[in-house]
Nanobody, 122 residues
Framework: QVQLVQSGGGSVQPGGSLELSCAPSESIFRITTMGWYRQAPGKQRELVAQ???????NVADSVKGRFTISRDNAKNTCYLQMNSLKVEDTAVYYC????????????????WGQGTQVTVSS
């Protein structure tokens, strides 16, 4: 797979905001759907939001109205803007890309970022 490099995250108080970003570690020709998953301690990894190449997006009901996913196809970068954060949003967040075709001609499925801790606490 192609490594997705994540940035952002950290600690914030309830009601605060954070932004995550994610980009591939090498030169890319095309990326299909990108998204964000999260995994809280003792829980299964869950889909938070995803966005297709044509910018059609959807988000989980638990974050609807608070989180926004976007992408810049020119930069092959995906973003997750998280507003009005709640304690229950605390988790490790993972970037995901369904299919990546590199400029070197390789095609890779199920590509993941390294994970970023987001902690919401007072």
């Amino acid at each position: 797979q192609v490594q997705l490099v994540q940035s952002g995250g950290g600690s914030v108080q309830p009601g605060g905001s954070l932004e995550l970003s994610c980009a591939p570690s090498e030169s890319i020709f095309r990326i299909t759907t990108m998204g964000w998953y999260r995994q809280a301690p003792g829980k299964q990894r869950e889909l938070v939001a995803q966005i297709s190449k044509d910018l059609s997006a959807n988000v989980a009901d638990s974050v609807k109205g608070r989180f926004t996913i976007s992408r810049d196809n020119a930069k092959n970068t995906c973003y997750l803007q998280m507003n009005s954060l709640k304690v229950e949003d605390t988790a490790v967040y993972y970037c995901y890309a369904e299919r990546i075709v590199t400029t070197a001609g390789g095609a890779w499925l199920n590509n993941w970022g390294q994970g970023t801790q987001v902690t919401v606490s007072s």
